[in-house]
């Protein structure tokens, strides 16, 4: 579980936006699978320790659902300001601002859509793999990544029908390599 440390801080701040909120999450994920060990080691104690983390990060909201998120206006005026270059063109914090604008897009998806996203796409999850982390049909995965997905290109005023840059080389799921199918 030490490896896992910093995936789980990564889907932390993902999900909630603020470092010292996302290293408090990833201590209390980390302390309660801990706490489970013997359920957790069962199947896969990373899965199990995201699926924590995920829980933890809607109980948070929901005892602190007073937070004022910004707005869609809010952030595009904010991205022009910031932002003077485009990655390839030598500006050399082109990608922290494109990052950092994702990261603030994300904040304002439904806490529903932001989990499904960042483990889908940014975690590189396949829609099973989600699904069964989060308790929900893959067809739910599926809606509500794409209904995510459509908020994130309308709030960083991407073109419709394009896809998001990826950030990492994407991974391919065990089941694509086998089936021959490649992943959706």
Known sequence: ????????????????????????????????????????????????????????????????????????????????????????????TASVDDRDAVVRALLTLPVKQRRVVVMRHLLDLSESEVAAELGMPVGTVKSTASRGLARLRAILGAPEGTAPAPTTTPLTSPTARTSGRTPR
């Open 1 to 92: 579980m030490r490896d896992a440390r910093d995936p789980l801080h990564r889907m932390a701040y993902l999900l909630c936006g603020d470092r010292l909120r996302a290293e408090e999450l990833t201590q209390h994920a980390l302390e309660r699978t801990y706490r489970a060990w013997s359920r957790a080691r069962e199947r896969d104690p990373l899965a199990y320790a995201r699926r924590v983390l995920a829980n933890l990060r809607v109980d948070t909201w929901r005892r602190t659902r007073r937070e004022v998120l910004a707005g869609p206006d809010e952030l595009t005026q904010a991205e022009g300001a910031g932002r003077q270059g485009r990655p390839g063109t030598g500006e050399p």
